[in-house]
């Protein structure tokens, strides 16, 4: 089925050559690939606040020379604080101690096309006290998560407005590439969401390809120039995921599975290091849904999710040749 192409090829490829210079730039800073693509608005925060990001696992994500700091960084003024399943308070409130027991701030900014445009904090102290205050009072359902917008934020007490940022940058080079990057995006019509979580690395994996991406983000990841979706998975460590969400009966796994695979020609899976692609594999949707359905309909967990290792789909004959 022919797809609307939302950005054609052409008009990807200014966008696909400055987040490839922000990752350079990033590299050059000695900035973890993967932290990078995780938290590029992270990177904007810490210029903006002259902290430094800290290293991937670390468990903050920032620091300066007197403390550790957590961000939350929005373009649609929503914050969400998650802390994996809900398994109690007693437990929640636990879990919590830990995870901030270093971190002395907590900052939640709004961002516009690549500026920071307000900025909240709270000492530990205060964030503390109304996020165990939302466990006892207001956590319902499965998961451990606390959402909150910008007003209700900053109407809790002890929450302050940073309203003059510091004068010194600390990726002030970085971050001016990283918002042009945003610029071009927008310019051409994408989301600026799309820098929220790593998905603009499809904008480099369809450059690359010879790719548009399509008009509605909710279907396919990109358009082949035969007018088909194509799905796209992406990574820096040694898994490509196919994730269908929670198991449910045989029927409706095998249904999902069949109604995915026949919406695409096939799936691009690429192992990326920065901006470059070391190697790219191509499985044909035919015989992703075979591979799917053996594996999937014969496995027993709760998460309809199966794993490809680079060295299987070389082993089955999938690369890739540009």
Partial sequence: MSLEIGVKNEDL???????SGAYELAKAENIEDQAFSKSINDILLANYLGHFLSPGGKGSDAYDENSEYEYKCSVTAKFNFHMGANKGVDENIKKIDTKFQN???????????????????????VFLFHFKNFVKNNLK?????????????????GVKIIRKAPKVDTYSELAREIKNSIVLAKRVGLDERIFSKGEFNHILLAAKLGHSLPKDRRGPDAINNRGIGVEYKITVGDNFNFH???????????????????GIAGAFCAVRAYSSFDEIFYIPSRKLETLLLDSLLKSTGKQLIKNFKPSQLKRLGFNYKM
């Fill in 13 to 19: 490829l200014p966008v696909a050559k400055s987040i």
């Fill in 103 to 125: 971190i002395g701030k907590i900052y939640c900014a709004k961002l516009v096309d690549g500026d920071i445009s307000e900025v909240a904090v709270m000492e530990k102290d």
């Fill in 141 to 157: 359902g499965g998961q451990f998560i606390w959402t909150i917008t910008w007003d209700p934020l900053t109407a809790l007490s």
């Fill in 244 to 262: 269908f969400g929670s198991r449910k009966s045989p029927r409706e796994n095998k249904s999902l599975i069949e109604k995915k695979c026949s």
